[in-house]
């Protein structure tokens, strides 16, 4: 065999070239490392060996807006900023939801499937593709789905891909649906007592008129809008018509009123710059001295689940900033140190500990260095088995991000 | 010793062997497949288990079944074996009013899931015209779509967790927020040939506040297409916009007296839900745009007797077929909206020369039609000749850039027009998901994949 005198690193400029590349790497027992924007390299493993960064940057072509079909076709490594504005030319939108959009790619993104805050009010970002291209591992190109909103022609394989952190195949195109954007957005933002906190979630949850994402929030400082005092706060974002938007802000000033919140703030101009702060900070990390955990469950237990892993961290003396999805559930925590050199022994301890409280909580953000020696995903689903297999006969040779994903695969 | 050994596990009275009462078991509501050895009624997860292992053990194709009512051949065995049907596993289990979600057994009747959350102001929102009998098993078998699906989406985006049984009789979830590969979204729609579903958690959605139906009447069915465009075109995308056409409208009005006009060329039927604060808007907005593109009649529904008149009318379309002729074939093709006018000539071209009339009944909002191939099943020149008619209209929908099936699924039906859409390499990366589940293609066999794909691999 000839030695390999691949780059380390290496960014396709055409599909062909992408899968060459794969096909020479699975062929030689190359690791490949597939990259978007790295904006989520802080999440999951270190992978234990990577010889070729593929990285997918250059396949940067928007290929389709059928704007009367309301759908659209892109390579991988389109932005989700890129092509949210070029959708928006004609007044439409993704509604996916990522932190650093403008270096996040779609490829990226949808390889992390990680399901936004939007998601009650628009679906997941998976019920947005419609169709897909992949290479797999060795350089086979695959097609899944089409252009048309609805298909049921086969195993919708774009599934499978969606959520797979890059270790089955390396997504080339994405085809989505589109939706009209909405026509006016609105920031609410009020403090929460802790004491006032539980009656207004509940509030929240059954406004008439939903906001289409809330978080409640502890701590973040100005990574997050809204004063950061230890009352913590509340951030609704409503999206829809002015008609709407007025009465979800009577509805909601009453509905926080009686719950004891005293004051609302409302911001209409940057509305949507506020909640990409908010998606921001949920993996923001503090250079070597901060993890950030996530955990998924059901809106009804958020603020508990939040609480309880709050404690366990200021148990061990860390700092922790705090923010839940109320109308999802999903629940980030971040635990930090202001000096480096203490962080490493204190969150030791502190990992452990939360991990015996909430045994499915995963690390979404924290420096190589720091996470290296802890599992990152958490416990691993009953479906484990399965999901190994579908590894083994997706990526035979472990070519493909090995190690990068939940239990070894 | 099948047939004891399954008496022994589940008890004489779930398990049918005698030839009259498996006889039925060899149909679903599209084609007559191979009478089973035996059929199983499970009472629950454990027994779906235990009777799994036995079929295997005795080297028996599995088929899971819900009402029969799937159009595709899904559910008729291709090889007999042992047919599971969920009469028994009919409930709904929970309802977690708070987080707007129930777990279901399989065969629960899609409509009675949402009459039992009705009093708490849910509802479970795909709605596939089949939903008196059609189950939650099958529909998510079929991943099946409905009326309202064009804004709240197919049965996938509505199933958050499911139980299992694989082919080797083991239990297992799977969960969309387990981190990890999405089983669950890759279940949906895999018609039976990937695992046994045994419960689910469905996502329930809160009543609208509002709803408004209303109605557009047309002289050219073109000018109705143009219409669907122009709503969808123009940013609205109401909670269903449904076609009907000339041919439907008499015998659904003759057996529904749902208050559709006789004579239109294409009706149109709307429905929007929401908030009442913005409702006049949608309302202004669609009308303007069927006005603007040649709309003969414009009614709104004034009450909710006149909606569900109007739903009746449309969800009862197929049986009014009757009327016409003795036989339909419904076929299930999807095409990018914009290129309905297209489509709907290319339904025509395929079935005037041979003399076939077909009607239409669909999905316009979701470009997703259903052409009503009237015949009589007694001639035989008339079922070859709608056999081809529908070749050509499976063709025109791919060269227009669609899809062979929107809702009905692949089953037996459309195995090989399966290639049309996806090539060799394709179809074999489908096929790895099958070895990871199925290795041994026990599970609902011959369906989906066209003959030969999949199998030199494994062999
Ligand atoms: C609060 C919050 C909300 C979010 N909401 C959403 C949402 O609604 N919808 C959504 O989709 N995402 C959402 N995300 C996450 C988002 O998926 C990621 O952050 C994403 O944007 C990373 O993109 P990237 O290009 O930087 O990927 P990278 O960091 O480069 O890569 C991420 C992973 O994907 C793999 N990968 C990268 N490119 C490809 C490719 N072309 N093919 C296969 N694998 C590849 C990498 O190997 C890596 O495992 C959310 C994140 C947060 C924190
Ligand atoms: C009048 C009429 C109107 C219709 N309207 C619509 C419509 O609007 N939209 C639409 O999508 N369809 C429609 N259909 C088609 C049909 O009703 C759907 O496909 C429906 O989902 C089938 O449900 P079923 O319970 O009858 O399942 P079956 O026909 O019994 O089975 C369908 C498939 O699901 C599999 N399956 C069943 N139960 C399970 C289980 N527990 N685990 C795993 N697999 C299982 C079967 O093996 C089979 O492949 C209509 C049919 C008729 C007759």
Redesign the pocket.
């Known amino acids: 065999m000839i030695a390999s005198t691949l780059p380390d690193k290496i960014v396709p400029k055409s599909l062909d070239a992408l899968r060459e590349t794969l096909e020479r790497c699975d062929r030689e027992g190359l690791k490949v ?9 802080g ?2 493993p270190v992978l234990p060996r990577a010889d070729v960064a593929l990285i ?1 940057t250059a ?1 940067s072509a928007i290929l389709a807006h059928e704007y009367h079909d309301l759908t659209c076709s892109a390579q ?2 389109v ?2 900023a890129q092509l949210n504005a070029a959708l928006g030319e004609h007044g439409q939108f993704i ?7 403008k ?17 009650h009010m628009y679906g ?2 998976r019920d947005f593709v419609i169709g897909s291209q ?1 290479a797999l591992a060795d350089g086979t190109l695959a097609n899944a789905g089409g252009m048309v909103v609805k298909n049921v022609s086969g195993y919708d394989m774009s599934k499978l ?2 959520g ?4 089955l ?4 195109q994405l085809n989505f649906k589109t939706l009209p954007l909405p026509k006016k957005r609105r920031a609410m933002i009020a403090p929460l007592p802790e004491a006032t906190r539980a009656r207004a979630i509940e509030r929240i949850a059954s406004l008439v008129v939903p906001p289409a994402a809330a978080f409640c929030v502890e701590g973040f400082g100005k990574n997050v809008d809204g004063a950061d005092d230890i009352d913590g706060r509340v951030l609704l974002y409503f999206e829809g018509t002015e008609e709407l938007l007025e009465r979800a802000t009577l509805d909601t000033r009453s509905a926080l009123g009686k719950a004891g919140v005293p004051e609302t703030t409302i911001v209409d101009t940057g509305a949507a710059e506020s909640l990409d702060r ?3 900070a ?2 923001a990390n503090k250079r070597g001295r901060s993890i950030t955990y ?1 955990l998924f469950g059901s809106p009804g237990t958020a603020q508990e689940r939040a609480e309880r892993m709050r404690d366990a961290c200021n148990r061990h003396e860390l700092f922790t900033d705090v923010l839940f ?1 109320v109308m999802n559930g ?1 629940v ?1 925590v971040r635990a930090s140190e202001r000096d480096a050199s203490h962080f490493g022994a204190k969150i030791e301890a502190c990992h452990a500990d939360l991990r015996e409280l909430e045994p499915r909580c995963t690390i ?1 953000a924290c420096d190589s260095v720091a996470r290296a020696s802890f599992e990152a995903w958490g416990a691993v689903p009953p479906a484990i088995e399965k999901m190994r297999a579908m590894k083994a006969r997706f990526d035979p040779h472990g070519t ?2 090995p190690g ?2 939940i239990g070894g695969i | 010793m099948l047939k004891q050994r399954l008496i022994d596990a589940l008890g004489a009275d779930a398990v049918k062997t005698e030839p009259e009462d498996l006889a039925v078991y060899a149909f679903d509501a599209y084609s007559q497949g191979v009478v089973p050895a035996a059929v199983v009624l499970p009472a629950n997860t454990r027994e779906v288990a235990a009777a799994v292992k036995i079929a295997k053990d005795c080297g028996e194709p599995i088929v899971a079944r819900g009402a029969g009512t799937g159009l595709c051949g899904g559910a008729a065995p291709a090889r007999g074996g042992v047919v599971f049907s969920f009469a028994r596993m009919n409930r709904v289990l929970e309802v977690d009013v708070r987080n707007r979600r129930a777990r279901v057994q399989p065969g629960l009747i899609n409509l009675d899931l949402s009459k039992h959350v009705a009093a708490s102001g849910l509802f479970y929102a795909p709605d596939p015209s089949s939903q008196k009998v059609s189950t939650i098993g099958g529909n998510i078998g079929t991943n099946a779509g409905g009326p309202h699906c064009l804004s709240y989406g197919t049965t996938v985006n509505h199933i958050l967790e499911l139980e299992i049984v694989d082919e080797n009789g083991d239990v297992t979830t799977t969960s969309v927020d387990d981190i990890g590969y999405d089983l669950t979204g890759l279940l949906v729609g895999s018609e039976g040939t990937l695992a046994i579903v045994c419960s689910a958690w469905v996502r329930l959605l809160r009543q609208p506040e509002t709803v408004r139906v209303w109605l557009a009447a047309f002289d050219d069915i073109n000018a109705a297409s143009a219409a669907v465009t122009g709503i969808i075109g123009a940013g609205i995308i109401p909670t269903a916009l449904e076609m009907l056409d000339r041919v439907m409208l008499p015998p659904i009005e003759a057996a529904f007296h749902a208050g559709y006009p006789t004579d239109a060329a294409a009706v149109l039927l709307i429905e929007s839900a929401g908030f009442e604060d913005e409702m006049n808007l949608h309302e202004n907005e669609i009308r303007r745009v069927m006005k603007e593109n040649g709309a003969t009649t414009w009614r709104a529904a004034k009450s909710q007797a006149e909606r569900d008149a109007l739903w009746a009318g449309r969800k009862g379309a197929l049986g009014a077929t009757g009327r016409l002729a003795p036989n339909y074939y419904i076929q299930d093709v999807v095409v990018p909206r914009t290129k309905l006018p297209q489509a709907l000539k290319a339904v025509e071209d395929a079935c005037a020369p041979q003399g076939i009339i077909a009607g239409n009944v669909f999905h316009a909002g979701d470009g997703n039609l259903h052409p009503l191939l009237l015949y009589d099943r007694g001639d035989p020149k008339q079922v070859a000749a709608v056999i081809e008619a529908g070749n050509e209209i499976l063709k025109a929908a791919v060269d227009l850039g669609g899809t062979i099936s929107g809702e009905h699924g692949i089953g037996s039906e459309k195995r090989d027009t399966l290639r049309r859409i996806f090539s060799t390499d394709d179809l074999a990366t489908m096929s790895r998901v099958r070895e990871v589940f199925d290795p041994r293609r026990s599970l609902n066999p011959e369906k989906i994949f066209p003959a030969g794909v999949g199998c030199a691999e494994v062999a």
């Open positions: 490392s597939v990259e978007g924007g790295k904006t989520l390299s999440m999951g997918t396949l991988s490594g932005r989700v509604p996916i939801d990522v932190p650093l959009r270096k996040a790619t779609i490829g990226g993104s949808l390889a992390a499937g990680w399901p936004g805050p939007r998601r997941r970002a992949v891909y969606i797979s952190f890059g270790t195949a390396v997504f080339t908010t998606i921001d949920c993996i996530r999805d999903d980030f979404v493909l991000n990068r994903f």
